[in-house]
């Protein structure tokens, strides 16, 4: 069973930057469709951004212009970076895989900005 580990969430002022990774434990032989959400407190889960087999990119509303997603390999299938950082982002991120008939999800990694 593949497992999904987040990793570079933390404390960071606003206008700051991060840079999230999402590591595989094992192989995954299949990245068709990738991506991150996020789930602020009180709300519900949303998507940030994905990425598909063929490099296409989506972005929420928020996210778009400030964060940038992209795909690695088959241990470290995605990333996210965050700039331009503002408290609403403030939320647990997680890293999903989808190998076109699976989904994978990690445990997710907290971000929270503020001064």
């Known amino acids: 069973q593949v497992q999904l580990a987040e990793s570079g969430g933390g404390l960071v002022q606003p206008g700051g930057s991060l840079r999230l990774s999402c590591a595989a434990s094992?192989?995954?032989?299949?990245?068709?469709?990738m991506g991150w959400h996020r789930r602020a407190p009180g709300k519900a889960r949303e998507l940030v951004a994905s990425i598909n087999i063929d490099g296409i990119t989506e972005f929420n509303d928020s996210a778009r212009g400030r964060f940038t997603i992209s795909r690695g390999d088959a241990k470290n299938p995605v990333a996210l970076q965050m700039n331009s950082l503002k408290p609403e982002d403030t939320a647990v991120y997680y890293c999903?895989?989808?190998?076109?008939?699976?989904?994978?999800w990690g445990q997710g990694t907290q971000v929270t900005v503020s001064s």
């Open positions: 094992q192989t995954i032989s299949s990245l068709r469709f």
């Open positions: 999903f895989v989808f190998t076109g008939y699976k989904y994978y």
